[in-house]
Nanobody
Framework: VQLQAFGGGLVQAGGSLSLSCAASGRTFSNYAMGWFRQAPGKEREFVAAIRASGDRTYYADSVKGRFTISRDNAKGTVYLQMNRLKPEDTAVYYC?????????????????????WGQGTLVTVSS
């Protein structure tokens, strides 16, 4: 599946931003989707994930209560609504997709478990 992320930009602390990731090429509803981010000089870290069916979501503690992941399988798109943004949220945000059956329940936390990635979109939060 090919992924393309949209929606990054510059926002003041406390503001909101919405990211989108459009999928093409495969049956989107077969894929669990994740959002990761990578700040300069840091490793890529998990932000949020959603099951293929959309019935369950997962969040990093650092964004829980502020970010919301959702998906529209008919449109082949996953979203990340980011509210109450903080300067430490500044990073390149990537969407990722995975259709495989995993042997452990927390696989979605690991970037290496996803086999498709979007190009990334930069989010900058000013203080």
């Amino acid at each position: 599946v090919q992924l393309q992320a949209f929606g990054g930009g510059l926002v003041q602390a406390g503001g909101s931003l919405s990211l989108s990731c459009a999928a093409s090429g495969r049956t989107f509803s077969n894929y669990a989707m994740g959002w990761f981010r990578q700040a300069p000089g840091k490793e890529r870290e998990f932000v949020a994930a959603i099951r293929a069916s959309g019935d369950r979501t997962y969040y990093a503690d650092s964004v829980k209560g502020r970010f919301t992941i959702s998906r529209d399988n008919a449109k082949g798109t996953v979203y990340l609504q980011m509210n109450r943004l903080k300067p430490e949220d500044t990073a390149v945000y990537y969407c990722a997709a995975e259709a495989g059956i995993k042997s452990f329940s927390t696989w979605y936390l690991r970037p290496n478990e996803y086999n498709s990635w979007g190009q990334g979109t930069l989010v900058t939060v000013s203080s």
